[in-house]
């Protein structure tokens, strides 16, 4: 009886003893399959980061070959590229958009890999133009200084060397508030007293682009009002008063042309005096809108060129002015003090200056808030120990020609710049 009662109670032992190592073996099996499918949820989480990641590069690489195409003068209407790259391939449509006399772009761009794809876009994309040059020249007539307290707060390039004078440290350094490049290998100090500011570094032996690549002709068919021989113009919001010998036009009244271009050109047949393509302008109470105004031979400033919305109070307005000249833009003897050009200018055989610089008494600042591009870099007036003339300057760039130049501005061949960047 004792015998049978233990034999009874080994055997149940026995027996929880098993159910409980079928439970432990179901519940390790249970824990190894959830850790496996873990793990394997793991793996394609990577594998799908990866996969994401490979086609994050490969929508970049397809942006960038449509940016460089783009760059090179091709896809002048809307089109899709494609191409394979590693383990995968990309796909870009290039929207081409065609606005007034400029041409806007976006570029968007699908990678896949495995079946996984990404997307990057370039919204607004265009050439840059040289509107983007706060200063840039190619020469000079003879050292001219860079004085202390002078404020550069757009991109500077300049050829020749850059030379620095004491003149004004007491009110502060020479200060370039962006980019500064020169194609020399150094720069030039009157003294010890002389450090400019370089926020955005100076970079030496820099080539650019040569000013001999605006094409005076495109900008001739940009144009559809096409004046010849010495033109007048003053304007006042969006009319002017036009004067040109060769059309009978004495102080004639007309709006502002749709497309915001004039070119005058150079005549070779009638009288000598009628044959120069050359410009007076003035526009002391403002110009309402966009205008691009282009010369054969020289663009000569009598008086203020101002915008009537003024971009400087008001970065939003949308009024713009550019003056483009084969020689020179050249402020006369009759311009007033403390003188007012907003334009961005350029000059592609000359450059910008004032007529007879050192003569006569000191004529207060002469403010251009744009930009200046010029052959050669000219000056607007001289200083002494004892005595000033002409100008003082006073260059400010306006930002919003980086986005927004003037109508039909020349485009530099190898430069893009976009509005937008999604990715």
Request: net charge negative; hydrophobic share 35%.
């Amino acid at each position: 009886m004792n015998l049978r009662s233990h034999e009874s109670a080994s055997g149940g032992r026995e027996g929880h003893a098993l159910v409980f190592a079928l439970l432990f073996m179901l519940l390790a099996s249970m824990v190894a399959a959830i850790c496996a499918s873990a793990s394997l949820t793991r793996i394609r989480q990577a594998r799908r980061q990866e996969h994401m990641e490979q086609a994050f590069y490969l929508a970049e690489a397809g942006a960038e070959r449509a940016a460089s195409e783009v760059a090179n003068g091709q896809h002048q209407t809307t089109t899709i590229i494609e191409g394979e790259l590693g383990a995968g391939a990309y796909k870009t449509l290039i929207d081409v958009r065609h606005v007034g006399g400029d041409t806007l772009i976006d570029l968007v761009s699908t990678g896949t890999v495995s079946g996984v794809s990404r997307g990057v876009a370039m919204r607004g994309v265009r050439q840059s133009t040289w509107a983007r040059w706060a200063c840039w020249y190619k020469e000079e007539n003879g050292t001219l200084w860079i004085i202390g307290s002078e404020v550069f707060n757009g991109p500077v390039y300049s050829e020749p060397k850059l030379h620095f004078h004491s003149k004004g440290t007491d009110k502060g350094q020479a200060h370039f508030l962006d980019d500064a490049a020169t194609a020399k290998d150094s720069i030039e100090k009157e003294n010890d007293d002389v450090n400019p500011k370089f926020d955005k570094g100076l970079r030496l032996n820099v080539a650019a682009e040569p000013i001999t690549a605006i094409d005076f002709g495109e900008l001739k068919g940009k144009s559809d009002m096409v004046l010849r021989g010495p033109t007048t113009i003053k304007v006042s919001g969006d009319r002017m008063t036009v004067t040109n010998t060769r059309e009978g036009y004495s102080n004639k009244e007309m709006d502002i042309p749709a497309d915001g271009v004039i070119y005058v050109q150079a005549a070779t047949d009638g009288r000598p005096y009628t044959r120069a393509g050359t410009v007076t302008l003035s526009a002391p109470d403002g110009v309402d809108g966009r205008l691009t105004v282009v010369a054969d031979n020289d663009i000569k400033i009598t008086g203020h060129v101002r915008c009537e919305d003024n971009p400087e109070t008001n970065p939003n307005s949308n009024d713009a002015v550019g003056l483009i000249a084969k020689g020179n833009v050249e402020v006369q003897t009759s311009a007033p003090d403390n003188l007012e050009i907003f334009a961005h200018i350029i000059c592609q055989e000359g450059g910008f200056g004032v007529a007879e610089h050192n003569t006569g008494d000191y004529r207060g600042t002469l403010k251009v808030y744009g930009g200046l591009v010029m052959y050669w870099r000219h000056p607007v007036g001289t200083f002494n120990a004892n005595h000033q003339t002409g100008y003082t300057k006073n260059y400010v760039f306006d930002p919003r020609f980086t986005k927004n130049p003037p109508p039909c501005y020349p485009k530099l061949s190898d430069e893009l710049e976009w509005t937008q960047w999604e990715g």
